[in-house]
């Protein structure tokens, strides 16, 4: 069985904004640089900001 790993509200927000102000070039490659293995981790948060 996998385990699930479960990311705090303010890391995901933090990390859609740094991608808002340039510090990465996309979701992915924040997601990559953070070592998060779920896609849909960031896309998520990014539509409820």
């Not at 740094?18 to 948060?45: F, H, M, P, W």
Request: charged content about 35%; proline content about 0%.
């Amino acid at each position: 069985m996998k385990d699930v790993v479960r990311y705090s509200e303010a890391f995901k927000l933090r990390l859609v904004e740094d991608v808002a102000n340039g510090k990465y070039q996309s979701l992915d490659e924040a997601r990559r640089r953070n070592g998060i293995r779920g896609g849909s981790t960031l896309r998520t948060c990014q539509i409820i900001k």
